[in-house]
Each structure stands twice: as structure tokens, then as C-alpha cells.
């Protein structure tokens, strides 16, 4: 029990830090004058105030953190940020209660898009940066945010990192101290943010938009400053650079970092995630186009193309814009694009889902079995991408993958015994743990998750956890074995 106080000191230094990043909506509610700036000072206070009580009061325990306690401090983390993110909602929002609230914080957080508010183009413009400001700060983690500046964390820096870090690769390394591999990722990250905001404001968007889609786009988080979604602007530029801009973030951050360092294009054509990524993206794209033409829901293949390409590319990356509403389209259009969302992303990128290379790990394997069967005395590898991949490593993937659709079912047979129908119970969930946010049925594109009642919120609330932290993170708490000594 006593290892508790070193997570609590480093949650309350975590606290009083991120505090910091409600000067933003501070500053926009100042330009704006919308009547918002109280409630984000009181929050900033509130937040800092929790933080420091925290800290002082467990600051002389400096232990390193175990292994094991990345896992703890990850979960505390998302929670508890969470948890206080709700402090500018419910003061800002007459009669929103907490359980709205913290759905809509536990979405942006772990970039799912997921909303039950409504009347965004209404609402004051500092409470919708701050939940795009959510998402962008998930985008990357909240925890390699603060590897990158609490040097104070030691050796369970490492473990946190590896904790929060997507994927099953988690053991390589950009630079050889965590501190700068963290902050790498996030100058990378800021840097091709800057970029989508002139990109976008060059394509029409306002500066206020361009940087609030800018910040979910990245993160593939998906908020919108419009009830409509992207469907407001109706612009084929727009849609053009938030299209390319998704493809960018469904890329692992690393392979950006080592472009940028190296000043060539060729990591993008070494890394097998993303070659399959976009493969996958662009046939699709094209294949649904022409399955929507050919059922005769657009006059012409080009307008198909339009509107299969950005919302396909969208839901796939998990990131949940929508120009139309697709779910009036041949149901095996917007199936295919839920189902592209459990595979597509890269590990190390911003995307939800099981992750391509584990998809990849997973095929070959499946094939690598077969060949033994033909051929028992052969020596059989299994490589992705020119690498061998350990036994350890595949042992843990089909492990991943049985938790994963054994966690879905049952998240979706819970919901369907609370009285959700099934159209909307499997869209919901694997619009959650995923963290794509638009699902099917109650919960399509056209609609959100106000109408669920309170217990289908909290579900779907711990169904985006898990996802964003890939199940493990958080199920491990949950094993007697973790609270042993």
C-alpha cells in the first residue's frame, strides 16, 4: 500500500501541470468575450489547488516507480483527468449532469469523438476549443506529455511510456533517453499541427475552425465545431486536407519523427504499417465508391468517390468526421468501415483499433500454419516487414485479440440486455473501443449518444477507456495477482 503514495505524488504534480492548459480557453474566451472566462479560472484554481494538496501531501515519497505502477498511474490518469476536465462543462452548461459531462471528457481524452451535446455552433467558443484541446492532448497521451517534462519519474518513466505507447512494439526507441523520445513525438506532432491549421484556413475554413478541426483531426479524435459536422462546410477542398491529414495521423509518430530527421520520404516506404494502412484506405475508398454507384445512391462514380472517400478514410482512422450521413447507405458500406476500424491504424499512431501490424502478425501467422500443415518438417518464421517476429510477441497479439472481441461482445450483449437495439449496441461499442465516436442505429453520424440512459454512457465511458489504453493496461488492474505483493 505504501507504494500508492510515489503514484499519488506524480498524479498531483501531473494535476498542477496540465492545469497550464486552461490558458488556451482562457485566452479565447478573452478574444471572444463569451462569458466563459470565470468558469475556466475556477477550474484552473480547482485543478492546481487538488494537485498541490496531493503533492504536498505524499512529496516526500520519491521512490521509483515499479513496472507495474505504470499501469496504475496510466488508468488514475485518464480517469482523474478526466474527472476534472468535466469542471468548464458543468459550469458552463446549464443542466448538463456529470454522467454527460464526463462521457464527453472521457471522449475527447481518448480521442473517440463520441458526443451528447448539441448546438455547437452556438456554444461559446472557449468551451469548444476546450474539447477539441482534449482531444489533442489525448492524441498523443497525457502520460508522454508528462514523461516529457517530469524528468523526476526515473526508471518508471520507461514503464509508463511503454504503459501508454499503442501498439505491441513498444520497446524501440527514437533517442536513447525516454525524456527526449517523448518530446520528439510531441514537437513532431505540434509541428504537422501547425501545418493542418494553414491548410485549412487556406481551403476556407475560419481561423477558429481551422484550428479546433486541426486539433481533432490529429488526434483522430473527430469534435466539431458544427452540429453537421464537416456536412456545414460542404467544401471539396476542406474535405481534400482533412482527408490527407487523417492519412498523415493514422501513421505511427515515430516513422514521422525519423522523415523529419532524415529529410527523406523513405522510413514512410520501410515501414510495413504504413504501406498496408494506405493500401487498405485506398482500395477501399475506391471499392465503396463504386458499391455506392453501383447501387445507385450517387448519379455519378466522382460524387461517389467524394463522399465515400473522406467518410471512409474518416471512420476507418477512427477519427469520425462525417459529410454525410452513411448510414442511409447499403448497409454493408458503413459495416465495411466499422470493420476497417479495428485494423487500419498504425501502432504508435493517434488511431484506435486492434492495429495493422498486429492484423499483419495475426494473417501471417494464420498462414504460417497452414505451410506446417503441408509441410510439418519445415522451419517456419513469421516476418513482417523484412523482421522476425519472437514467439512472445505473437503469443501476445492472439492473446490481444481474444480479449478484444471477447471485451466487444460482451460490452454489446450488456447493452442489449439495458435495451439498446443490436443495430445500435455493436455500433456503439465498436464505435468506443475503437474510439471512432459515430456509430449505427441511435448512434449513427445523423444523431449522438444523448438518448442512451446513464448506465449505457458509463459502459461506452470504460469502453473508450480500454480501448484508448488497449485493454491490458486496465484489465491487469483488475487480476488479484496485481494487488499482491
Given at each position: 500500500?505504501?507504494?500508492?503514495?510515489?503514484i499519488?505524488?506524480v498524479?498531483?504534480?501531473?494535476?498542477?501541470i496540465m492545469s497550464?492548459?486552461?490558458?488556451l480557453?482562457?485566452?479565447?474566451?478573452?478574444?471572444?468575450d463569451d462569458?466563459?472566462?470565470?468558469?475556466?479560472?475556477?477550474?484552473?484554481?480547482f485543478?492546481?489547488?487538488?494537485g498541490?494538496?496531493?503533492?504536498?501531501?505524499?512529496?516526500r515519497h520519491?521512490?521509483d516507480l515499479?513496472?507495474?505502477?505504470?499501469?496504475l498511474?496510466?488508468?488514475?490518469?485518464?480517469?482523474?483527468g478526466?474527472?476534472f476536465?468535466t469542471?468548464?462543462l458543468?459550469?458552463a452548461i446549464p443542466g448538463?449532469s456529470?454522467t454527460?459531462?464526463?462521457?464527453?471528457?472521457?471522449?475527447?481524452?481518448?480521442?473517440?469523438g463520441?458526443?451528447?451535446?448539441v448546438?455547437?455552433?452556438?456554444?461559446?467558443?472557449?468551451?469548444?476549443?476546450w474539447?477539441?484541446l482534449l482531444?489533442?492532448l489525448?492524441g498523443?497521451?497525457?502520460?508522454?506529455?508528462a514523461?516529457?517534462?517530469?524528468?523526476?519519474?526515473?526508471v518508471?518513466?520507461r514503464?509508463?511510456f511503454k504503459?501508454?505507447t499503442?501498439g505491441p512494439?513498444?520497446?524501440?526507441?527514437l533517442?536513447?533517453?525516454?525524456?527526449?523520445?517523448a518530446?520528439?513525438?510531441?514537437?513532431?506532432?505540434?509541428?504537422?499541427?501547425m501545418i493542418?491549421?494553414l491548410?485549412?484556413?487556406?481551403a476556407?475554413?475560419?481561423?477558429?475552425?481551422?484550428?479546433n478541426?486541426?486539433?481533432?483531426?490529429?488526434?483522430?479524435g473527430?469534435?466539431?465545431?458544427?452540429?453537421?459536422?464537416?456536412?456545414?462546410?460542404?467544401?471539396?477542398?476542406?474535405?481534400a486536407v482533412?482527408?490527407y491529414?487523417?492519412?498523415?495521423a493514422?501513421v505511427?509518430?515515430?516513422?514521422?519523427f525519423?522523415?523529419?530527421?532524415g529529410?527523406?520520404?523513405l522510413p514512410?516506404?520501410?515501414?510495413?504499417?504504413a504501406k498496408?494502412?494506405?493500401?487498405?484506405?485506398?482500395?477501399s475508398a475506391?471499392?465503396i465508391?463504386a458499391?455506392?454507384?453501383?447501387?445507385?445512391?450517387?448519379?455519378?462514380?466522382?460524387t461517389?468517390?467524394?463522399?465515400?472517400?473522406?467518410?471512409?478514410v474518416?471512420?476507418a482512422?477512427?477519427?469520425?468526421?462525417?459529410?454525410?450521413?452513411?448510414?442511409n447507405?447499403?448497409?454493408?458500406?458503413p459495416?465495411?468501415?466499422?470493420?476497417?476500424s479495428c485494423?487500419?491504424c498504425?501502432?504508435?499512431?493517434?488511431?484506435?483499433?486492434i492495429?495493422?501490424?498486429?492484423t499483419?502478425?495475426?494473417?501471417q501467422?494464420?498462414?504460417r500454419?497452414?505451410?506446417?500443415?503441408l509441410?510439418?518438417?519445415?522451419?517456419?518464421?513469421?516476418?513482417v516487414g523484412?523482421?522476425?517476429?519472437?514467439?512472445?510477441?505473437i503469443?501476445a497479439?492472439?492473446?490481444?485479440?481474444v480479449v478484444y472481441?471477447?471485451?466487444?461482445a460482451a460490452?454489446?450483449l450488456?447493452?442489449l440486455?439495458?435495451?439498446?437495439d443490436?443495430l445500435s449496441?455493436?455500433?456503439?461499442?465498436?464505435a468506443?473501443?475503437?474510439?471512432?465516436?459515430?456509430?449505427?442505429?441511435r448512434v449513427?453520424?445523423a444523431?449522438?449518444y444523448?438518448?442512451?440512459?446513464d448506465f449505457q454512457?458509463?459502459l461506452l465511458?470504460f469502453?473508450?477507456?480500454?480501448?484508448r489504453?488497449?485493454?491490458?493496461t486496465?484489465?491487469v488492474?483488475l487480476?488479484?495477482?496485481?494487488?499482491?505483493?
Amino acid at each position: 500500500m505504501s507504494q500508492v503514495f510515489p503514484i499519488a505524488r506524480v498524479l498531483g504534480l501531473m494535476a498542477m501541470i496540465m492545469s497550464s492548459t486552461h490558458l488556451l480557453p482562457i485566452a479565447t474566451s478573452l478574444i471572444f468575450d463569451d462569458g466563459m472566462l470565470l468558469p475556466f479560472l475556477f477550474s484552473m484554481v480547482f485543478n492546481f489547488t487538488c494537485g498541490l494538496v496531493v503533492w504536498l501531501a505524499t512529496r516526500r515519497h520519491t521512490e521509483d516507480l515499479r513496472p507495474r505502477d505504470g499501469f496504475l498511474l496510466v488508468t488514475l490518469a485518464w480517469t482523474g483527468g478526466a474527472a476534472f476536465s468535466t469542471v468548464p462543462l458543468l459550469v458552463a452548461i446549464p443542466g448538463l449532469s456529470f454522467t454527460d459531462a464526463y462521457f464527453e471528457t472521457m471522449s475527447g481524452l481518448t480521442t473517440t469523438g463520441a458526443t451528447v451535446l448539441v448546438n455547437l455552433d452556438t456554444m461559446p467558443e472557449s468551451i469548444n476549443l476546450w474539447r477539441h484541446l482534449l482531444q489533442w492532448l489525448g492524441g498523443m497521451g497525457i502520460i508522454v506529455l508528462a514523461v516529457a517534462v517530469l524528468p523526476l519519474l526515473g526508471v518508471g518513466g520507461r514503464q509508463i511510456f511503454k504503459a501508454e505507447t499503442p501498439g505491441p512494439m513498444k520497446d524501440a526507441q527514437l533517442t536513447p533517453r525516454i525524456t527526449e523520445t517523448a518530446k520528439n513525438l510531441w514537437l513532431v506532432y505540434f509541428g504537422i499541427t501547425m501545418i493542418c491549421i494553414l491548410a485549412l484556413k487556406i481551403a476556407g475554413m475560419s481561423w477558429f475552425d481551422a484550428v479546433n478541426h486541426s486539433f481533432s483531426v490529429l488526434a483522430t479524435g473527430g469534435f466539431s465545431t458544427h452540429d453537421a459536422s464537416i456536412a456545414y462546410f460542404d467544401s471539396v477542398a476542406i474535405e481534400a486536407v482533412l482527408t490527407y491529414f487523417m492519412m498523415v495521423a493514422v501513421v505511427n509518430f515515430s516513422t514521422h519523427f525519423m522523415v523529419f530527421r532524415g529529410r527523406s520520404f523513405l522510413p514512410y516506404l520501410r515501414d510495413p504499417e504504413a504501406k498496408a494502412a494506405w493500401g487498405v484506405l485506398i482500395a477501399s475508398a475506391l471499392g465503396i465508391a463504386a458499391y455506392l454507384y453501383d447501387a445507385g445512391t450517387y448519379d455519378n462514380y466522382w460524387t461517389a468517390l467524394r463522399y465515400a472517400g473522406f467518410n471512409l478514410v474518416s471512420v476507418a482512422t477512427s477519427t469520425g468526421y462525417a459529410s454525410v450521413d452513411f448510414a442511409n447507405w447499403p448497409l454493408f458500406a458503413p459495416m465495411w468501415m466499422l470493420f476497417l476500424s479495428c485494423i487500419v491504424c498504425s501502432s504508435g499512431s493517434t488511431g484506435g483499433g486492434i492495429k495493422m501490424v498486429r492484423t499483419q502478425i495475426l494473417f501471417q501467422q494464420a498462414l504460417r500454419e497452414m505451410r506446417v500443415l503441408l509441410h510439418p518438417n519445415a522451419v517456419s518464421v513469421l516476418k513482417v516487414g523484412g523482421g522476425v517476429i519472437p514467439n512472445k510477441v505473437i503469443f501476445a497479439v492472439l492473446a490481444f485479440i481474444v480479449v478484444y472481441f471477447t471485451s466487444a461482445a460482451a460490452f454489446a450483449l450488456i447493452l442489449l440486455a439495458s435495451g439498446l437495439d443490436l443495430l445500435s449496441s455493436v455500433g456503439a461499442v465498436f464505435a468506443s473501443i475503437n474510439n471512432v465516436g459515430p456509430g449505427l442505429g441511435r448512434v449513427g453520424p445523423a444523431s449522438n449518444y444523448a438518448s442512451l440512459s446513464d448506465f449505457q454512457k458509463w459502459l461506452l465511458a470504460f469502453a473508450m477507456l480500454v480501448g484508448r489504453l488497449e485493454l491490458f493496461t486496465v484489465f491487469v488492474l483488475l487480476t488479484p495477482g496485481f494487488w499482491r505483493k
